[in-house]
């Protein structure tokens, strides 16, 4: 039977300064700006979506930055860590430009047998750049990141959790999701157990929740083939005893939310329709794209909207 859900589809989180949260993902990280829009929730703010040339789900990295935001603090009940995918050998470039643009970088780490680093973003969100021969993703970058070397999309995602039994419930048993294995305290679970569907759980110990603003992540999604198959896990999850919301048109794809047992906000998106929609596939994230809802409001909300630009050929 074929799986409804088939790995990650966004990872989205809480930014400060716009301009900053471009140039750290487009020219330092080299990313595409697939996507500039509102948030939907609160039109006043951007919405990033980075990613690859199409912003294909698995690879899409969403903001939204909030100019002057507080920063936020790590804890239980929250994403931690942000994983790429980037082709084997790898890391060493990837130190050397990191440190270029000052951004301090951990030593080469190594889990489950594979190699990788860690740093934070200009918000202190934890990130993990994963080194590994696994991924058939062709990857993408604006040139100044070589191809060879250019992130492919998610690796996976850490879950930091006061306890796993009943998240380990949910994702092996409603989420077509299986446990790989455990190693130093981590326990991993995957749908193919590749990369862009590792989803790892790790024990918070200390207990402390974690607050969200400025460089935390607000929620991850999964990723599902289209509109039946989301009502399918819509129907499952909620009688399985798990609040979820209404599905919620997001323009380029449709959304259900709900939280995990841990406190983490899970949303299942569908990989139809995609960025391609509203603009064409050359000149994707261009200009600000505005639900048909907000249209009539287009001049009073762009002016509110601090102005911004890509940076990239600062960043070689």
Do not use: C
Request: glycine share 10%.
């Amino acid at each position: 039977m074929k799986p409804l859900i088939t790995g990650i589809h966004h990872i989205t989180a809480i930014a400060g300064n716009p301009q900053a949260n471009i140039d750290f993902y487009t020219g330092i990280l080299g990313l595409r700006l697939v996507k500039k829009t509102i948030n939907f929730d609160a039109p006043g703010v951007y919405h990033f979506y980075f990613g690859d040339e199409l912003g294909r789900p698995g690879t899409v990295f969403t903001t939204f930055p909030f100019a002057g935001a507080r920063k936020g603090a790590k804890g239980a009940g929250e994403v931690t860590y942000t994983a790429f995918s980037v082709p084997s050998g790898s890391l060493d470039y990837w130190m050397e430009r990191l440190k270029k643009y000052g951004i301090p970088v951990s030593d080469i780490l190594t889990r489950f047998g594979d190699q990788l680093i860690r740093f934070e973003d200009h918000d202190s969100m934890g990130i993990e750049l994963i080194a590994n021969d696994q991924d058939d993703r062709a990857g993408w970058s604006y040139g100044q990141v070589p191809i060879e070397h250019s992130i492919k999309g998610f690796y996976g995602a850490t879950l930091n959790l006061r306890a796993k039994d009943l998240t380990e419930k949910l994702l092996t048993e409603h989420m077509d999701y299986h446990f790989i294995g455990q190693e130093n305290g981590r326990f991993r679970y995957g749908t193919a157990g590749k990369p862009g569907d590792i989803v790892d759980i790790v024990i918070d110990k200390s207990g402390n929740r974690g607050v969200q603003s400025a460089g935390t992540v607000h929620h991850i999604a999964f990723r599902t083939e289209n509109a039946a198959s989301q009502l399918q896990v819509q129907e499952i999850l909620m009688r399985n005893g798990y609040q979820v919301t209404e599905v919620k048109d997001r323009s380029y794809f449709t959304s259900i939310y709900f939280r995990e047992p841990g406190g983490v906000l899970f949303e299942v998106a569908t990989d139809e329709p995609g960025f391609a929609i509203d603009e064409e596939e050359a000149h994707l994230g261009e200009l600000i794209k505005l639900p048909e809802w907000a249209e009539p409001n287009r001049k009073k909300l762009e002016e509110s909207l601090a102005p911004i630009k890509l940076n990239v050929e600062e960043y070689d």
